[in-house]
């Protein structure tokens, strides 16, 4: 079983920056695709960011595209979503999940980290 655990979030204003970090335990970290999605109040959840267990590969929504720039250090058993040029919209909860690199199914998801831009 993989645990994850959210954090970075917060309350900012409209152009500010944010970085979520999540720190994944209870397996072994780089044979995991990493990915960020985010939920707003009253809509489904929706795809962010991925990226493959080398870092090789990045993958981002066009909504999110040019301003969030995911990483990770698989070292640290970490994945980030450094998140620039934060509009309204982006404002939802953060979850990270974790992906087998064989089936690419997100099996593992965490609590989630709350970002609220303000306009």
């Known amino acids: 079983q993989v645990q994850l655990v959210e954090s970075g979030g917060g309350l900012v204003q409209a152009g500010d920056s944010l970085r979520l970090s999540c720190t994944a335990s209870?397996?072994?970290?780089?044979?995991?695709?990493m990915g960020w999605f985010r939920q707003a109040p009253g809509k489904e959840r929706e795809f962010v960011a991925r990226?493959?267990?080398?870092?090789?590969?990045?993958y981002y929504a066009d909504t999110v595209k040019g301003r969030f720039t995911i990483s990770r250090d698989n070292a640290a058993n970490t994945v980030y979503l450094q998140m620039n040029s934060l509009k309204s919209e982006d404002t939802a909860v953060y979850y990270c999940a974790a992906a087998n690199v064989m089936n690419r199914i997100y099996d593992y998801w965490g609590q989630g980290t709350q970002v609220t831009v303000s306009s």
């Open positions: 990226i493959t267990s080398t870092s090789a590969t990045v």
């Open positions: 209870g397996g072994t970290f780089s044979n995991y695709m």
